[in-house]
C-alpha cells in the first residue's frame, strides 16, 4: 500500500520561507500527477499546486509567484517551497495524486505563519 510522509512544517514570521516535503511509497509516483493540498482550521481541504512526472506545474491563484512545487522522482518525492509567506497560508498540507486523491492521507505537516 502506497503511503505518503510530509515534514517541513513550523512556525514562520510573515514574509518567511519553508519547504515542504512529501515521500511516497510505491510504483504509482513515477506515473502520477502529485499535488499539495491544505486544510485551515474550520475550512474544506483545498489543492494549492500541482507536478506532473514531466514536471509541468499548476498552482491555485492565492500562492502563485510566491510556491513553487517540484517533485524528485528518482527519491519518490515532492517538494513545496513557500516564500513571502502570509498568516491566511496557516494550515495543514499534505500531499496525494491529482485530480483524485488515491492514496491514504498522511499526518500533514502544519505551518503557522504569525507574528
Known amino acids: 500500500q502506497v503511503q505518503v510522509v510530509e515534514s517541513g512544517g513550523g512556525l514562520v514570521l510573515p514574509g518567511g520561507s519553508l519547504r515542504l516535503s512529501c515521500a511516497a511509497s510505491g510504483s504509482i509516483f513515477s506515473v502520477s500527477v502529485m499535488g499539495w493540498y491544505r486544510q485551515a482550521p474550520g475550512k474544506q481541504r483545498l489543492l494549492v499546486a500541482t507536478v506532473t512526472s514531466g514536471g509541468l506545474t499548476t498552482y491555485a491563484d492565492s500562492v502563485k509567484g510566491r510556491f513553487t512545487i517540484s517533485r524528485d522522482n528518482a527519491k519518490n518525492t515532492v517538494y513545496l517551497q513557500m516564500n513571502s509567506l502570509r498568516p491566511e497560508d496557516t494550515a495543514a498540507y499534505y500531499c496525494?495524486?491529482?485530480?483524485?486523491?488515491?492514496?491514504?492521507w498522511g499526518q500533514g505537516t502544519q505551518v503557522t505563519v504569525s507574528s
Open positions: 496525494n495524486t491529482v485530480p483524485l486523491p488515491l492514496l491514504s
